[in-house]
């Protein structure tokens, strides 16, 4: 019982939740998919109203699930990242009102003070709220918060992130704490995710940076950041994070970055309307993580989200995976490798894309991922 399992109830444009990719049996398989790729850093967030369904105490069965999922991912030699917060609370928490709560902060802060206090000797990377920014999104959009809420669930979040920052670094000395951010347009990140990082500038050990979108002055026209409902229609720009990483370089610098997420949807796994492939998207992409790289940029990761198909904004019908799972029509939910799949194993061995590849996918002309910047001084690729 959460507050996002209500929201599905009572939207009857939403899928139904059920099982969805199962991954609560099917871990281990999942876990292991992962490190089959050569990936080193799964990330998993440990949902609050699973370990907490009850004001009155915790659910010991609840950590057990997550004491198992931490244990497969160690004995792959990977190291988690936790999310403490991936905007999912227990549905007694939103019984008092959610973030608008005077108590929320205090609510928030003692089940994270858990999570930290049993994990925290696992080394863990850590993630306190998962895109802060849309994360208010999403409580307006399905009705968890007013909109002249908004400022007093902004605060709160950034005074959450800060004091478990704190109590994370007395349980784990040298851990790695951010909040992620979902990079949009470099023109709108100062309304957009600015607030936030001021407010929590100074408790950031990492800047965790979401890249998923492009927009040029033409796709800008015919594609909006906030359609949710069909995301497959999104533009595809893999120089954009080049830009998404060049404008935090600048904006911390010296501070280490990482893309927390990164990926490409398609519509129920059929083939983009533009003909991007998964494959080749995962390629230029990591072709402009390189070059960032040698560039000076301090990036210190990249995850591809996800792992599978999973359950986006109360659709099955975009499809993220590596492994596709046709949720809706399969009952035996098989793991069906994408193209991206050899794609991603190659560029594991390898340590990257070849020194002579060239993206798939020209830059654009001008990017607003980072205006003027990238209208005025471009990117190029090499002939």
């Known amino acids: 019982d959460s507050n996002w399992t209500r929201y599905v109830a009572k939207n009857s444009s939403y899928d139904p939740y059920r099982n969805a990719v199962d991954f609560y049996t099917r871990y281990p398989a ?4 992962a490190a089959q790729l050569g990936v080193n850093v799964y990330r998993v ?30 004995a792959h030699g990977m190291r988690p990242m936790i999310t403490l917060d991936h905007w999912v609370y227990p549905g007694w928490v939103a019984d008092r009102g959610g973030w608008a709560d ?14 930290v206090d049993r994990y925290a000797s696992r080394n863990p990377l850590w993630v306190t709220f998962n895109e802060p920014a849309f994360y208010i999104v999403n409580e307006l959009t399905n009705g968890g918060l007013s909109a002249d809420r908004v400022p007093t669930m902004q605060q709160r979040l950034a005074q959450a992130h800060n004091s478990i920052y704190d109590h994370i670094h007395r349980r784990q000395p040298g851990a790695r704490v951010t909040s992620n951010i979902a990079y949009t347009l470099g023109t709108a990140e100062p309304a957009l995710n600015g607030p936030m990082l001021d407010a929590i500038a100074a408790k950031l050990d990492y800047i965790g940076i979401d890249y998923y979108y492009g927009y040029s002055p033409q796709s800008a026209l015919t594609a909006s950041p906030a359609d949710f409902k069909k995301l497959w229609n999104q533009p595809l720009q893999p120089e954009g994070i ?10 911390f610098p010296g501070k280490p970055l990482y893309i927390v997420e ?81 794609a991603y194993s190659a560029i594991t061995r390898a340590g990257g894309v070849p020194a002579g590849y060239r993206p798939t996918r020209a830059p654009a002309a001008c990017a607003l991922g980072d205006a003027p910047t990238s209208c005025l001084d471009p990117v190029t690729v090499p002939h």
């Open 45 to 74: 967030s440990i949902e609050w109203s699973r370990i907490q369904p009850h004001p009155g105490g915790w659910d010991g069965n609840g950590f057990a699930f997550y004491d198992h999922v931490l244990d497969a991912i160690a």
């Open 242 to 251: 080049y830009y998404a990483l060049e404008y935090y370089a600048r904006r």
């Open 102 to 115: 005077t108590r929320m902060a205090e609510l928030w802060l003692t089940n994270a003070r858990k999570v």
């Open 30 to 33: 999942d876990i292991a998919l």
């Open 262 to 342: 990164n990926g490409m949807p398609t519509e129920n796994g059929k083939p983009r309307a533009d003909g991007y492939s998964r494959a080749d998207d995962l390629r230029d992409t990591v072709y402009w993580l390189q070059r960032a790289k040698a560039d000076g940029m301090p990036l210190i990761g990249y995850n591809y989200w996800s792992i599978t198909d999973n359950y986006e904004w109360g659709s099955y019908t975009p499809r993220f995976g590596l492994y596709t799972v046709d949720v809706l029509t399969d009952p035996t939910l098989t793991r069906r490798p994408t193209d991206a799949v050899p």
